[in-house]
């Protein structure tokens, strides 16, 4: 699970470096997966957006296992 996570999260990564960020695999327990967000990511305004509107769209869409996903 954690690989396939991690593939799915090569796809986003290239949108959030653009803009100074990055995503962390932490945990995964039960579909829940954790998540860090860094750099520029970790500190905007707009990282909860990023994290429900952007990484667990991404992950809920192309791995259906996933059922939430969590900042740390």
Do not use: F
């Given at each position: 699970m954690r690989e396939k996570i991690?593939?799915?999260?090569?796809k986003i990564r290239p949108a959030l470096m653009a803009d100074g960020g990055n995503v962390e695999l932490v945990n995964v327990n039960d579909g829940v997966v954790s998540?860090?967000?860094t750099g520029a990511c970790g500190h905007c305004a707009m990282s909860?957006?990023?994290l429900k509107h952007g990484v667990e769209r991404v992950l809920k869409?192309?791995?259906p296992e996933?059922?939430?996903v969590v900042a740390v």
């Amino acid at each position: 699970m954690r690989e396939k996570i991690e593939q799915v999260l090569d796809k986003i990564r290239p949108a959030l470096m653009a803009d100074g960020g990055n995503v962390e695999l932490v945990n995964v327990n039960d579909g829940v997966v954790s998540v860090r967000l860094t750099g520029a990511c970790g500190h905007c305004a707009m990282s909860t957006m990023t994290l429900k509107h952007g990484v667990e769209r991404v992950l809920k869409g192309e791995l259906p296992e996933v059922k939430e996903v969590v900042a740390v």
